[in-house]
């Protein structure tokens, strides 16, 4: 089993920024690709932003050049940091992390949650 646990959503203005962590713990070690998805009210979960074990990594287009994803591997920590906020961004932001089984399997896991709430 994978847990994670994310901190750092915020109420912030329009224009501010904040910086979401997402630490894993249990089975570790077989984590290769994890990454952050959001939910806002009455709307699909949709990608933000993801990173391979590598370090390669994927962005939205609605995301692209404000947000920055990185990752601490010897922390377990994958980081997204979010400029330029805009009220659109607001939603509650989850980080997965995806623990290999086998060379054709993986199992995802999902952390709590934490919201992010973006004022005009």
């Known amino acids: 089993q994978v847990q994670l646990v994310e901190s750092g959503g915020d109420l912030v203005q329009s224009g501010g920024s904040l910086r979401l962590s997402c630490v894993a713990s249990?089975?570790?070690?077989?984590?290769?690709?994890m990454g952050w998805y959001r939910q806002a009210p009455g709307k699909q979960r949709e990608l933000v932003a993801a990173?391979?074990?590598?370090?390669?990594?994927n962005y939205a287009d609605s995301v692209k050049g404000r947000f920055t994803i990185s990752r601490d591997n010897a922390k377990n920590t994958v980081y997204l940091q979010m400029n330029s906020l805009k009220p659109e961004d607001t939603a509650v932001y989850y980080c997965y992390a995806d623990r290999r089984l086998s060379d054709v399997q993986t199992q995802r896991y999902w952390g709590q949650g934490t919201q992010v709430t973006v004022s005009s």
């Open positions: 990173i391979t074990s590598g370090g390669s990594t």
């Open positions: 249990g089975i570790i070690f077989s984590i290769n690709g």
